[in-house]
């Protein structure tokens, strides 16, 4: 038998294609476990700037509600709702009114005007982009801290004749005024 391709006596080895691959898998692979690194590592950067931002700004606000609000440490914010309106002119402002600065949320097209306004600008930082944001109070405590008291669950359940999740409120917002040295006593819901 003359075999014009005569086979030799040991196995030659023939890459198959798919083993080609491997070393270029391993590249890309590479490539791009560090571009997710790079990603992760720039999405972070983002993330811890903009909290830097957002604290610097609470920071600015804090020191301009102290001076231009001459010794009043608390927006209150409601709006012309009939569920709450006429319980806090006739039963809050009367007590609070020397304490507190009013923002009229049913007269928010007006804060455009003065966009320097100190009451609309803490209103963004601290109640805008969350839910119950009306009825709210934000109570700017000693050493730089902010409380928040939201009401508007506690008015839902009022509409329905339950009482004590606003009072509970109340007395929350009773005992940070306490706390910021200023001594009232808000009607209690009946």
């Known amino acids: 038998m003359n075999d014009p391709h005569p086979r030799s006596s040991s196995p030659r080895f023939k890459p198959t294609p798919w083993l080609l691959l491997i070393p270029v898998a391993v590249i890309v692979l590479a490539f791009a476990l560090r571009l997710v690194a790079l990603i992760v590592a720039g999405v972070a950067i983002f993330i811890v700037i903009g909290v830097v931002v957002h604290w610097l700004k609470g920071v600015r606000l804090r020191r301009r509600v102290r001076k231009e609000w001459a010794g009043r440490r608390v927006l209150l914010v409601y709006s012309n709702s009939p569920n709450w309106q006429h319980y806090f002119e006739s039963r809050w402002f009367p007590v609070l009114e020397p304490h507190i600065v009013k923002l009229n949320w049913s007269d928010r097209s007006s804060w455009r005007q003065d966009r320097n306004a100190v009451g609309p600008a803490v209103f963004r930082h601290y109640l805008g982009s969350r839910e119950e ?58």
């Open 133 to 190: 944001f009306n009825p709210a109070a934000v109570v700017f405590m000693d050493r730089g801290q902010v409380e928040i008291v939201r009401f508007w669950k506690a008015f839902r359940d009022y509409k329905h004749g339950k009482t004590a999740s606003l009072d509970e409120q109340q007395r929350r917002l009773e005992d940070l005024l306490k706390m910021i040295g200023i001594v009232v006593e808000i009607p209690r819901p009946t």
